[in-house]
């Protein structure tokens, strides 16, 4: 006589994952941390390279938005204050020889600039170079008429004959333009390829664990 429940059929264990997802969750892993290093490296030359004397640029006419570089101020002028949550302050500052410049720079930095000036030294300010918009433009037309005697000609027209095309964004550091889209691809993939991985191991696990139920045969009593 057989069992009551001789044909239940057996609970089949997991299906082994396929190999073939381990392959691909290593080869996703390693892209994406080859463009997580190879950010880190555009960005290291780029931090690496010299910054450019924005008065050699600006008489050239060669000031350029994204460009690195750097002011020597002995004299400050604050012409536009923060306002409201924003904590940005631009100002006029002066090098050796008495041109003036556009820096835009946050109000820790502007109180470390303004006490090194009163200290009688020179601030020596770096930063990434951004194109100066109509609006920015006309509130630097109307300080510095009423700042620098020699800026009553200044206009729209002229402009660029006294500040050129372009302000210092003080403190900012340059980037490779190719580095932020390594790596947020790289980081991507590294994040896609451990899912694929921890779900492998997993399915690897499971299968072990569960293992076929078999029977065996016996001859029935006559």
């Not at 239940?8 to 264990?13: N, R, S, V």
């Not at 050699?56 to 604050?78: E, F, I, P, R, S």
């Not at 600039?113 to 109307?142: F, P, R």
């Not at 006294?162 to 302000?167: D, L, N, Q, R």
Request: proline share 5%.
């Amino acid at each position: 006589m057989l069992p009551r429940n001789f044909n239940q059929k057996p609970e089949l264990p997991a299906t082994p994952p396929k190999k073939s997802l381990f392959v691909i969750s290593l080869l996703l892993i390693v892209v994406g941390l080859a463009g997580v290093i190879a950010t880190v490296v555009l960005s290291t030359s780029v931090r690496n390279q010299p910054a450019q004397e924005l008065s050699q640029l600006q008489k050239d006419h060669q000031d350029q938005t994204g460009q690195y570089a750097k002011v020597t101020a002995v004299k400050y002028y604050q012409f536009l204050a923060a306002i409201q949550n924003s904590t940005e302050n631009y100002f006029f500052v002066t090098d050796p020889s008495g041109r003036a410049y556009i820096v835009r720079i946050s109000t820790e930095d502007a109180q470390s600039m303004i006490d090194a000036i009163a200290d009688g030294y020179a601030a020596e300010m770096y930063g990434i170079l951004h194109e100066t918009g109509d609006d920015l433009k006309k509130e630097a037309i109307n300080g510095a008429k009423a700042l620098f005697d020699e800026m009553d000609e200044l206009s729209e027209d002229n402009f660029t004959d006294y500040f050129g095309s372009t302000y210092l964004g003080f403190n900012e550091i340059p980037t490779h333009p190719l580095g932020s889209v390594f790596g947020t691809l790289g980081t991507f993939m590294t994040v896609v390829g451990m899912m694929f991985l921890i779900f492998y191991m997993n399915r690897k696990l499971r299968s072990r664990e569960q293992k076929p139920v078999s029977f065996r045969r016996k001859k029935a009593k006559k």
